[in-house]
């Protein structure tokens, strides 16, 4: 693969990171907490995934795994997958608890990591 794979891989991962960081950025407090007043993120790129940093984040491996075109960064790849989806489930079960029927809700319209 050449430089522009690379490119087009960063441009997206940084696109995908900063749109959500811009949008969940005022209910952070701190990393892993909740302020009383948080209110659940339903738009910009919210309003089509649930986990658009991670999207960026795993559009950038892939794009270095295509990139460097040997098994171990496929490899790589997806145990760096792996361990997002363990964590994105269990911000998940972490969200419909704190915000019940509206999450669940949020989550019928939205995908994953991937729009619907």
Known sequence: MDRNTGRASDGCRRGFCNLGASAYRKELERAGNI????ELIRTGPYAHIRHPIYTGILTAVAGTAIAIGEYRAILAFAVIAIGLVVKAKREESFLAMQFGP?????????GFFLPR
């Open 102 to 110: 509206a999450f669940d809700e949020h989550r019928r319209h939205t």
């Open 35 to 38: 302020r009383k007043e948080h």
